[in-house]
């Protein structure tokens, strides 16, 4: 039976499943796999699958926020999916991370609203160590620049004491801020499966949202759209050094 939100079955879903945020990096990812074949596009579930050297991958974009991700989780579990690694783009909270640098997330602060409702605060949101130390294996080996250590998830770029929680989020050492990560390391946690998190950094530490993001989104030759190549294939590497 189809899912009713990803409109994916059994068959459509591997054990290892890429997470973009955003439904057009799906075509972007396609040109990495071999056989691609896209699934569906509902919403902003869009989703397709193929073979990197020989592993089956499915890929499926979760839109913005937790409240989408859980959606997208639930069902490709039920669906068989088992290794989650989330590429997505993030905003950095320190000021050494520079555009297109790689931020490997190994826990996330929980500002968001989405995994709350599945379990209290105190429980943590923390990455797989398999899939965690494949992520790091595979930068190190490709040599792109990438930074380890806790990220913040929350819930809208929009608020008034966003400065305030940046400077935060700063003076606590977190490496960035999203608005996935810790929906999904929780109910991967509560569920059984594995997770992990790479973002690609697309605005500066005190640098303008909507500049930082419109760049991105526009420009198709730049900083930040290297790091998005540069995590797609960190990503598609820790796929093949885990054993599945």
Partial sequence: MKQPH????????????LLPGDPERVLRIAPYLDDWEE????????SGKGLYKGIPVTVLSTGIGGPSMVIALEELITCGAEYFIRIGSGGASQPDISIGDLVIATGAVRE??????????????????TLLSALVESCKELQFPFHLGITRSHDSFYIDD????????????????DMETATLYT????????AASILNNVVLYEGEVKEGIGDYVEESENAASEGEKREILAALEAFRRIDL
């Fill in 112 to 129: 968001d609203g989405a995994s709350g409702m599945y379990v209290e605060k105190e429980y943590p949101a923390v990455a797989d160590f």
């Fill in 39 to 46: 699934i569906a596009f509902n919403r902003e579930f869009r």
């Fill in 6 to 17: 990803i409109l994916c079955s059994e068959k459509d879903v591997s054990p290892c499943v």
């Fill in 162 to 177: 966003e400065s305030e929680r940046m400077a935060k989020a700063q003076k606590n050492n977190v490496l960035a801020s």
């Fill in 187 to 194: 109910l991967a946690s509560l569920r059984g499966v594995k």
